[in-house]
């Protein structure tokens, strides 16, 4: 794509309250339309694209099948489960609800599906806007009153099977984080939350940041967070009382819900003895865009945003100094190659041109001008690292990134 | 796909008003969560993400550059317009309104990015979802409260770039209606509608249906079609009298805005003189549920949907009848080929099997019995055809479908 066509404009000054509020903003990739609301401009949008097809992936390879659940859900649904009146950040309009999560509509779903224990064990998942009215929608697209989740529901008939799905779906789990640049055991941490009456714990997926609203403490011994809300003396998996206090934000949860939404839905089978039980059931969410925000939270320098490779907007930056017909040609050849390329073909300064660059952060800069032309090359650069290497221009391939 | 695993289940009856209702809910493409609002269950959503992807590249194609602006929108942009009181179908909540279209929000958007004549022309579609609220919600997806739509704005320094673009859609349209198998000018046709203060036209793509709500007048000389709400004594692009009165749905609509929008949004740019002008606004919508109905409507026979190959959410369905392991080996050497297929391995009757296969209508139909593997062979037949051939297992290939 040409950068004098993109539908962007970078920001000198912004208002904001986190780093990856602020970054995001300025270097064009989301427009606030209102607090807690934002518009995802093209760079954005590529970002979001491929933490959704990463997670999709990832989804299909543990079973899931997906679908597509309506936000607009009825009054009745949210009754039956008493969320009418006890969720605070629902948004209500006359008789409906916009989904803030989809227990109340995926069990009724289930139910017109699942009647034998031969239907089960069933996994569907969707990637699908979500609806909540937050009281504080202040760190940009870290808490927003819309966003896109993705939601997982098992449907088990026995609790040996959904234990041995839910540790199918943490070990996903590890794998989109890393996959998305929020490192496990490094920068994203596996936390035991309060778990309801099914189960003692859950499991959330803390990112360690400033601009998180949670609390976690991490046991230097085993690595396992403790989210504030359940802290003991001791780490309840290996006993050490050795806690780092970090401020993190939950970038996912997974859930063991039991019968809590199959009761009030009916939702039974009929095992293999003819008897009807209630099918048992978890739930596994990731919010995306506030994975995108984590990711610009803990992967930037002071000049901008460093996009980990698998969910950057481009491969590479091309930047061509002054007006030269090869930066074209070499344009031309790196889409030949399936590169996917943001090429820099405007009227502007050189310095301009490289703040720009490190503020989008793509992983690879390549700069062409009349020096690297006079070598027949072109500079290659790592945003995540200073070092600069020339790369003559019938060399450059696939390999070269 | 194994036909035994997936989320759906095919209905003997149901209560429906329209031919892709019913073929839709009782093939398990779609449950009705409420009146106007539905999920799409995997063969429904794989349909409809085959219909957005054809949208995208098309999109693309004209150099549409993708963006996702929030549902959820402020009051205020709606009051500025006079929407806020006018549009009927708005569902509003508190000081939000749920966006039913996106001219309130992309105006200030577009606003943000252009300020010179420099920055135009640009085009930016979204693919996402849209909520109105429909009193007479009962056609199934032909006409829900929440639907998928891509909304293309086009933002001009002239009117003849306008009138160049809107050229460009409408061929563009053309093509995406063909791809999805409503065919232009036989099933679906350019049809005149009101154009608002800016045009004296705008144009609506109408398929022609029993299940539609609108009417339409089809020019038998050229073909172009007329809305009800205009209609003359002569074709206004030929001027023959000779119409073909139709029921129809409309499935897409192109309009020249012109400068309805900027003016209240204070979109303007400089012009090459110097001069301050307002930006010369276009929209083109798809609505993509509808489209997915209307193709339900004009491609099926008593048994059940005909769908088009491009947007079928499997190519081929592969039928085992009897317990064989040959069925699974083919299976798994078309897996191989990359061919997309759904795998009926469930313990049924070969009537059950092939009345589900015509009610699900995936394009091709494979047959494995005793009987096919005494000659080597499995029966293949075409869904829209009755024609039935026996071709080699070994022969099997991409060429056979």
Chains 1, 2 share one sequence.
């Not at 000198?12 to 995001?24: C, E, G, N």
């Not at 027949?376 to 290497?389: A, G, Y």
């Amino acid at each position: 794509m040409k950068q004098s066509k993109l539908f962007s404009k970078t920001i000198k000054t912004v208002d904001a309250h986190s780093i990856s509020h602020q970054f995001l903003l300025r270097a064009g990739f989301i427009n606030q339309l209102m607090a807690g609301a934002y518009s995802f401009l093209p760079l954005g949008l590529l970002v979001l694209k491929k933490i959704e097809n990463i997670i999709r992936e990832n989804m299909l390879a543990i079973s899931g099948q997906e679908i597509l659940m309506p936000a607009l859900t009825p009054k009745e649904n949210w009754q039956k489960t008493g969320r009418w009146d006890s969720f605070d950040a629902l948004f209500k309009i006359e008789e409906y609800a916009l989904a803030a999560t989809h227990e109340e509509i995926v069990a009724p779903l289930a139910r017109s599906v699942i009647s034998s224990y031969k239907d089960l064990p069933l996994y569907i998942f969707q990637i699908q806007t979500k609806f909540r009215n937050e009281k504080r929608a202040k760190s940009g697209i870290l808490r927003t009153r819309e966003f896109l989740m993705k939601d997982l529901y098992s449907f088990s008939a026995t609790e040996k099977e959904l234990n041995d799905y839910y540790e199918i779906v943490k070990k996903r789990y590890i794998k989109i984080f890393n996959d998305c640049g929020l490192a496990f055991n490094k920068k994203t941490f596996l936390t035991l939350a309060s778990g309801g009456s099914f189960s003692e714990y859950s499991h959330e997926f803390q990112t360690v940041t400033e601009a998180g609203e949670d609390i976690i403490y991490i046991c230097r011994k085993c690595q396992n967070a403790v989210n504030r809300e359940i802290k003991k003396d001791k780490c309840p998996i290996c006993s050490s009382n050795d806690f780092l206090e970090q401020k993190s934000v939950e970038v996912g949860n997974i859930f063991k819900l039991g019968n809590k939404y199959s009761l009030p839905f009916g939702l039974k089978y009929i095992d293999a003895q003819g008897k009807e039980n209630p099918v048992i059931m978890g739930c596994y969410g990731i919010g995306l865009n506030r994975l995108m925000g984590a990711v610009a939270e803990v992967s930037h320098d002071d000049k901008g945003i460093i996009w980990p490779e698998k969910i950057a907007p481009f491969s590479v930056h091309l930047i061509s100094l002054g007006k030269n017909k090869e930066a074209e040609k070499i344009y031309k050849s790196l889409l030949k190659l399936k590169i996917d390329v943001l090429y820099d073909d405007r009227d502007k300064s050189p310095g301009e041109k490289f703040a720009e660059a490190d503020l989008i952060g793509i992983p690879y800069r390549l700069v062409v001008s009349e020096k690297t032309l006079s070598v027949k090359s072109v500079e290659v650069k790592k945003r995540s690292e200073s070092k600069i290497k020339l790369v003559k221009i019938d060399k450059i391939n696939e390999k070269t990134f």
